[in-house]
């Protein structure tokens, strides 16, 4: 699947073979404007750049900021260390209506697409939690009876090492390995003065993938940062369980053909 931010990146995914959209990073929309979107105008938007994909599913992530990424329009309190802060569903739980705006958006879509909820930065199982709460209500106000799925982005070690009860609130998981790398390796993804300790195939990364896999059973795990791109990572992922790739739409045929010369596991899959 690819990653995408705009319809053009639709369009390219769908040219080099996409099975679909499986990180779509809606940043843009929010940031460039002065004032918070409408759920109309999001809807608009969100069906204008899906619309190259046809029936092919996407998984849209909530809005990802805090961090090093801030909205024009709202005045976010400074933070002594913004990456280890009020970022990704623990900024928007402090402002519900950045966030029940997007669900409601997704929600209309939902109805008419394939479409999926990913949420950004879970630490806790409560934080899928109180979102199926959200969407769940929200869902009822809109007269929507069934709930798109629900992906919970696997970027902390504290989720990575809970999944089994992420997924009471989770149909699947997806794991950002930028983020996830730079809070097990201790070394900002930003932070040249650390680069030579942001290793993302370090083996203490690929233990913990094999973890997130091991414990999530039947349910479907992907990668949808950097990692999922490096062809000499592919078998690994493969083999521990991942089974979904992510990655820019230009290496999609790359990576469909790593991962078609990946001899199967002994397990079979
Ligand atoms: C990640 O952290 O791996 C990820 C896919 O999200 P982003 O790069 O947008 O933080
Ligand atoms: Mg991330």
């Known amino acids: 699947m690819a990653n995408i931010t705009n319809r053009e990146d639709v369009e390219l995914a769908v040219e080099n073979g996409a099975d679909g959209v499986g990180l779509y990073r809606t940043e843009a929309l929010f940031m460039y404007n002065d004032t918070l979107p409408t759920e109309d105008e999001l809807v608009e938007t969100l069906l204008d750049t899906l619309e190259p994909l046809g029936q092919k599913p996407c998984i849209v992530r909530l809005l990802d900021i805090g961090g090093d990424k801030t909205l024009p329009y709202l005045r976010l ?7 280890l802060g009020r970022r990704g569903i623990r900024l928007l739980f402090a402002y519900p ?6 669900i409601r958006a997704i929600l209309r879509l939902s109805t008419s697409r394939a479409i999926q909820i990913m ?27 069934h709930l798109p799925p629900l992906v ?3 970027e902390t070690p504290a989720a990575a090492l809970s999944v089994a009860d992420v ?8 794991i950002g390995t930028n983020d996830l790398t730079q809070y097990v390796m201790a070394a900002g993804r930003q932070n040249p003065l650390a680069s030579e300790y942001f290793q993302e195939m370090h083996p203490a990364v690929m233990r913990l993938i094999r973890i997130v896999c091991a414990d999530a059973g039947p349910s479907l795990v992907g990668v949808c940062g ?15 369980g991942v089974r979904l790739l992510s990655v820019a739409p230009r290496m999609i045929p790359l990576v469909k053909d790593a991962v078609r010369r990946t001899p199967a596991s002994p397990g079979g899959t």
């Open 152 to 154: 919970a982005m696997i």
């Open 119 to 145: 949420v950004p930065m879970v630490t806790i199982p409560e934080d899928m939690e109180r979102v199926r709460r959200l969407v769940g209500a929200a869902a009822q106000e809109l007269g929507i009876q």
């Open 77 to 83: 309190p400074p933070e002594e260390s913004p990456f």
């Open 167 to 174: 997924l009471k609130s989770a149909d699947a998981l997806s």
């Open 97 to 102: 209506e950045l966030l029940n705006v997007q």
């Open 226 to 240: 950097e990692l999922a791109g490096r062809l000499s990572a592919v078998p690994d992922l493969l083999s521990a």
